[in-house]
């Protein structure tokens, strides 16, 4: 039992709270990109078999600022962002951390 306990701990404390922000704009004009869906998206394991699972999704504003804030994710796993408009993928910014600000996502 107190190996089982020990292992549980070990597990939990990979997990943390996560807080995100930052801005999607058009490459060359610098125009926000409004109402696109933003995915926070981190792999389940490590290895080379991705399962995706969503930390957390919003929707940019009208100055394409997103936030997405107050999400448990692993500390250890690889994490991306997604950008999406009319159900298309648009954009993807790699090795997101756990509580990146300013993040600047062009467009083309």
Excluded at 6 to 23: M, N, P, Q, R, T
Excluded at 38 to 65: A, F, H, L, P, R
Excluded at 67 to 87: E, G, L, R
Excluded at 88 to 106: P, T
Aim: glycine letters at 8%.
């Amino acid at each position: 039992m107190l190996i089982f306990s020990f292992c549980l701990l070990l597990v939990a404390c990979d997990k943390k709270k996560s807080g995100i922000s930052g801005k999607v704009t058009y490459a060359g004009t610098g125009t926000p990109v409004f109402n696109a869906l933003v995915n926070y998206v981190q792999c389940k394991t490590n290895g080379e078999n991705c399962e995706e699972i969503v930390i957390g999704q919003c929707y940019t504003n009208q100055s394409g600022e997103f936030v997405i804030d107050q999400k448990v994710a692993s500390k250890s796993k690889t994490k991306w962002i997604s950008v999406y408009k009319d159900n298309r993928k648009i954009a993807q910014k790699d090795n997101i951390g756990l509580n990146d600000k300013n993040i600047s996502i062009e467009i083309q």
